[in-house]
């Protein structure tokens, strides 16, 4: 139970870190960027060590794939980070109402400058990039504990720094589903495509490594 417990503490401060600096803080690119990269850095280095801090079900459905956690597990983290997300969304939804915002805005990912192939795409891309460089340094083999917490950081936000502009940058079904469940609309309407290209993109990540020598 400490595992899932770390599970949603760790996606609760991504998801109200990150979207909180979209809406609350009104930040740049370069902010928002920061935002999510150093809140995964932080919570990888708390609470990663409890749970392995995936934060994000595409990073553990690579790491059931690569036999790294049971299903068992895989399932208690999944909903773990889905809890950790409703609730980081609902804080931001009561503050950015408490501030007298639109709350039609809680930092949602959708695409409206490209078309629904280059989103799916661009999602797909950009967390097969990040899942394998997750896989790659957290390898026993190959891996670096000592500083793979800022490593995955780096890589989270210079993904979000190429996507943000396309899709919103989400690399993670959770942190797409929190703020589409009360803003609704379009964000809710495309938010298949922030659960399945996730998870193609972790699929493939833990094929690619696998074969870059990850595992045992």
Known sequence: MRKYIAEIIGTFVLVFVGTGTVVIAKG???TIDLAFGLAVTVMA???GAISGGH?????SLGMLLNKRISGKDF??????????????SAMVFDLVHELGLSTKDLGQTDFPNISVGGA?????LVTFLFVLVI?????RKLGNSNFAGLIIGLTLGLMIIVALNLTGGSLNPARSFGPALFVG????AHYWLYLTAPLVGAVLAAGV???LGSEE
Do not use: C, H, K
């Open 28 to 30: 740049s690119t370069l």
């Open 45 to 47: 280095y708390s609470v």
């Open 55 to 59: 934060f994000n079900p595409a990073v």
């Open 75 to 88: 399932i208690g983290y999944v909903i773990s980070q889905f809890i950790g997300a409703i609730l980081a």
């Open 120 to 124: 799916f795409v661009t999602e797909t």
């Open 135 to 139: 896989l790659l340094v957290t390898s």
């Open 185 to 188: 609309g379009s964000a809710m």
């Open 209 to 211: 490594s696998q074969y």
